[in-house]
């Protein structure tokens, strides 16, 4: 099934890149793929 959904990532030297490879949109979805790793969030919202 196709959405039509496109991911709109921010201007951020190499994050296009890494984009599903080291830079995942969910800790919490992609916990297994980042368990044992430091990580970092980018966010926007007031949350």
């Known amino acids: 099934m196709a959405s039509g959904l496109v991911d709109e990532l921010p201007d951020v030297p190499g994050l296009r890149e890494r984009w ?17 790793r430091a990580i970092g969030v980018l966010a926007t919202g007031p949350l």
């Open 20 to 36: 599903r490879r080291d830079v995942v949109h969910c800790p919490y979805c992609h916990g297994w793929e980042v368990r044992d």
